[in-house]
């Protein structure tokens, strides 16, 4: 029988191979795939108290978690475009016009 | 069946309606108004910001929307700092964008959409409504900072800002998700109710480490070090308008929902988070003020600058009590006026493509154009605590709730950083006064809406410097008590 237990032991995994990916990772699509990977492991654990409390709050907040990636998602790959146009890159080492 | 509405009251979002309202209406009328003509729109942003203004409620105390949002004085007054944020940046904008040949009218929704968002965090007693209000800001932001496309700074500034923004959204976010797991509530009340009646609550490892997951993703957004490296480059690459906003209004936003969520849902775990943040001050204001120290571009500098005063108002925030969180109320409200005056004179020295924003370029501005020097300097020492000007009112509130509270060595912290401050900020200013000018400023030009801008900025900066008590007695009323 799975626990609660086992919910949030998978969705912290998850969540850390995200936040590991975001820093790990050079290409900007793949790091904002990792994040979306950390919002879904956020929306695994609000789902899984959800179900454990019997209290209905945690879903509720699911769905504003994933109209709002919806929306970032817009918004960001529109932003790689401007920045594909002008360094023909999206690489994150090639983000370093500024520097200390 | 019965069905039982909830008590709804719209009063309680009324600036907010209005605001977005007027946003969603601006969209519509942007396609219809010719390029060069944009400014109307940001007349019309003005006259629908005032609008909001004037249905700011004083004094009352509703919750709304099943207790989403509370109209309290505490969020009156960062309204009003959020407004005045959004009025000034509208008014350096024009000149600035017309300037850099980007002047979509796309602009002036996307501030008010970003106002609306810093309101809603401000009003939020709902962990959800937390969320949201910092989601509508940011996704405003992140197109703000790369608003200018066809500039490469202003794309990186846009990207770096948008990966770290998602990134830290993921952390908050987890952190709400365990406190939510821990005491079964979204609601800020509920929370605190949980954790101070049921000690397996207040024991929980998950609600410990929900607290340290939010505080991270709160520090990202005020940018407090360790977590401010996206600060310098966004605050260079974005356009200095955009720059001023984002350095005033969103900071106060994180503030404030930092203030609210922590004082009122987990006093439980008061001596943890202020532990914490005594760590996060430090770090913030002694790592801004020594990188400031070597900067040359001015942008730059200001940012490092920004997060060094992100560590002082931190410093009230440790202490938490009247005087360190009305002091924290004040310093935001006259730092937006210092900064955004700043900036506004940044922004018409500028030459197209943000080509001399190096102190160098400075010199000789006080022979040249006296009135401005004289205008910056005033912005400048109130950003370094000189009196009479209200940084220095602000800080010695910060630093006088910390010693009330017995943390004397951060208060000490905070004077020595303060002190070291004074050498970049009076650096410009021997650039502007001491050294022989390079160049005629005859590009820079003074429009009327530039002028009020930094008009109302020097009164904001002066005025509450002398005469404080009145705008520090609202203050002390608007307490996040619960």
Request: hydrophobic share 55%; charged share 10%.
């Amino acid at each position: 029988m799975l626990s609660l237990h086992h919910y949030l032991i998978l969705s912290g995994i998850l969540f850390s191979i995200g936040a590991m990916g975001v820093l790990i990772r050079r290409n900007a699509i793949v790091i904002f795939m990792c994040v979306e990977l950390m919002l879904n492991a956020v929306n695994l654990t609000f789902i899984a108290f959800s179900r454990y409390l019997g209290n209905i709050d945690g879903q509720i907040f699911v769905f504003f978690v994933m109209t709002v990636a919806a929306a970032e998602a817009a918004v960001g790959l529109a932003l790689m475009i401007a920045f594909y146009k002008n360094r023909e890159s999206i690489d994150v080492e090639d983000i370093n016009l500024m520097k200390l | 069946m019965e069905l039982a509405l909830p008590q709804l009251n719209f009063m309680t979002i009324m600036p907010e309606i209005v605001l977005s309202v007027v946003a969603m209406a601006l969209l519509l009328v942007n396609v219809l108004v010719k390029s060069e003509e944009k400014a109307y729109l940001g007349y019309l942003s003005l006259a629908g910001l005032v609008g909001a203004l004037f249905t700011v409620p004083w004094g009352e105390k509703i919750s709304g929307f099943g207790e989403m949002v509370i109209q309290d004085n505490f969020s009156s007054f960062f309204t009003v700092i959020f407004i005045l944020c959004a009025v000034m940046t509208i008014l350096i904008s024009d000149g600035y964008f017309k300037k850099e040949g980007c002047n979509h009218g796309e602009l002036y929704p996307l501030i008010l959409f970003a106002t609306v968002g810093m309101m809603f965090m401000a009003k939020a007693t709902d962990l959800m409504t937390v969320f949201l209000g910092l989601e509508v800001l940011s996704v405003a932001l992140y197109v703000l900072a790369g608003f200018n496309r066809d500039n490469i700074k202003s794309n990186e500034a846009g990207l770096k800002y948008f990966l770290l923004g998602c990134f830290s959204t993921g952390f908050l976010l987890y952190g709400m998700a365990l406190i939510y797991g821990a005491t079964g509530t979204t609601k800020i009340v509920r929370i605190a109710a949980m954790a101070s009646g049921n000690g397996a609550v207040a024991n929980n490892m998950m609600f410990l480490v929900g607290m340290l997951l939010m505080a991270t993703g709160f520090s990202f957004k005020i940018a407090a070090a360790p977590f401010h490296m996206w600060t310098p480059d966004v605050y260079e690459g974005a356009p200095t308008p955009i720059t001023a906003f984002m350095s005033a209004g969103p900071k106060a936003a994180g503030f404030a929902a930092f203030l609210r969520v922590f004082i009122i849902a987990l006093p439980t775990l008061t001596v943890q988070w202020s532990d914490l943040l005594w760590i996060l001050a430090v770090l913030t204001m002694t790592t801004g003020n020594i990188i400031a120290l070597s900067q040359d571009n001015i942008k730059r500098m200001l940012a490092y600058s920004s997060i060094a005063h992100a560590g002082y108002a931190l410093v009230g925030f440790t202490a938490h009590n009247a005087s360190g969180v009305s002091g924290i109320l004040f310093y935001l409200l006259s730092y937006t006026f210092m900064n955004i005056g700043a900036f506004a004179i940044i922004v018409i020295i500028g030459k197209k493509g943000e080509a001399n924003n190096n102190v160098q370029d400075y010199a000789g501005l006080g022979v040249k154009r006296p009135v401005l020097a004289l205008c910056l300097s005033i912005f400048l020492f109130s950003l370094a605590g000189i009196p009479p000007t209200a940084g220095f009112i602000g800080k010695f509130y910060l630093f006088a709730g910390a010693v009330q509270e017995g943390y004397i060595w951060l208060a000490i912290i905070g004077v020595l950083n303060s002190a070291a401050s004074v050498y970049y900020y009076l650096r410009v200013m021997v650039f502007m006064y001491m050294k022989n000018p390079e160049e005629d400023f005859s590009w820079v030009k003074l429009t009327p809406a530039v002028m009020l801008c930094i008009l109302i900025a020097v009164a904001g900066v002066l005025i509450p410097g002398i005469i404080p008590n009145s705008v520090l007695n609202l203050a002390a009323i608007s307490l996040p008590l619960p």
